[in-house]
């Protein structure tokens, strides 16, 4: 833990640096300043406050074995003493592992909201639906979680699933929760179309991206061609006498955004910008993760937007997470939403491996 002393005091020394900044009229007077300092000190907090709290209890176990040491004339006091200082080292050793999780290095995307795109892959209109299953999934988790779901795009097929559909997911540390889930999802079922009773395997990719504001990502007007066009229904009759859908091309990478759910040419130029935001800066974030990737191999592989992430395995009720070895036999209750106990272990994997590296490093 000596190592972690060092930072433990450095973090306390800075927090209590922020607290005379907040409090210096030139920093008042200057928003964008105050707004950025008042955060780092709200990160800071939790961690400043277990810190403060670790040194009681170390101070207690000390001031305790000393009282045993020089003897206590009073055999009650001599017990209650004992069991006081069984209690602090219990606490102690919660606190360092608690302390030890907040010190690890934070994703800067976790706090913010996210773009989730659902599409239908392998398996035809089996693989459609899919993506409707995995759709209401999400949105069912993000109710429970007291989210706010907004879909922004969506193409659906024939049968009543989604060749694609993008959401809007608005909440506290969305990212932090949903950003394991980018990757192939599998389906093993038969299909209601199938005549012979036969398991049919189907695939669906999730990807998810974190909202991007301007300050963080810039892109230069100058690199995207915009074109109108009269949106179209299915079957491709003009639903438009104006021409309100808009498709934005982002020239440097290729990207294409097109978007025509909304009523005006600006609605749809508004989701437009902020879907293709979030894919050109997830276009540079998953180039920087594979060359990270060639020196550390990352936990549950959340770069790799082909990789079979997970497996759901409807005759035997069972869902798989492939990246951790989970297999939990009540997939009828995490497609009603229930995805709990999935995302907590993956959490706790990622953390585990990253205290290994804390702790080597």
């Known amino acids: 833990m000596d190592k972690l002393f060092d930072r433990l005091q450095m973090l306390e020394d800075r927090y209590e640096e922020l607290g005379e900044l907040l409090s210096d009229p030139d920093v008042i007077a200057d928003t964008k300043r105050f707004m950025k300092l008042s955060k780092e000190m709200a990160d800071l907090r939790e961690t400043v406050e277990k810190y403060n709290k670790y040194k009681q209890v170390i101070q207690q176990i000390k001031d305790d074995e000393e009282m045993l040491s020089a003897g206590l004339d009073d055999d009650e006091m001599t017990t209650m003493v004992k069991e006081e200082l069984a209690s602090s080292k219990t606490e102690k050793e919660q606190l360092e592992e608690e ?66 559909i993008a959401l809007l997911i608005n909440g506290r540390s969305v990212y932090s929760k949903l950003k394991y889930e980018s990757g192939a999802h599998r389906v093993q079922r038969i299909p209601v179309t199938e005549s012979q009773g036969r398991v049919h395997t189907s695939t669906a990719t999730v990807v998810v991206m974190p909202e991007e504001e301007d300050v963080e990502i810039e892109i230069d007007p100058k690199d995207i ?69 060639e020196n550390r191999k990352s936990a549950v592989g959340t770069g790799d937007r082909s990789e079979r992430i997970r497996t759901y395995n409807y005759p035997q009720n069972r869902v798989t997470d492939h990246r951790i070895g989970l297999s939990l036999n009540k997939l009828d209750r995490i497609m009603n939403g229930e995805l709990e106990d999935v995302i907590d272990a993956l959490v706790l994997y990622d953390q585990t491996k990253a205290l290994e590296e804390l702790q080597n490093g």
Do not use: C
């Not at 006498?241 to 990478?253: C, F, G, I, Q």
């Open 225 to 293: 061609r915009v074109d109108v066009y009269r949106a179209s229904g299915a079957g491709g009759q003009h639903i438009n006498k104006t021409s309100s859908a808009v498709r934005m091309t982002h020239l440097p990478t290729g990207i294409v955004v097109a978007m025509q759910d909304q009523r005006s040419q600006q609605q749809n130029r508004e989701k437009a910008m902020k879907i293709l935001r979030a894919r050109v800066y997830d276009y540079y974030a998953a180039q920087e993760q594979s060359a990270y990737d």
């Open 99 to 164: 302390i030890k999780i907040l010190l690890l290095p934070k994703d800067p995307n976790d706090d913010k909201n996210i773009i989730m795109e659902i599409r239908g892959a392998a398996g035809g209109d089996e693989a459609s639906l899919f993506a409707g299953d995995l759709f209401t999934m999400y949105s069912k988790y993000a109710e429970h979680q007291g989210w706010n779901i907004e879909v922004i795009d969506k193409t659906m097929t024939e049968v009543g699933g989604f060749k694609e």
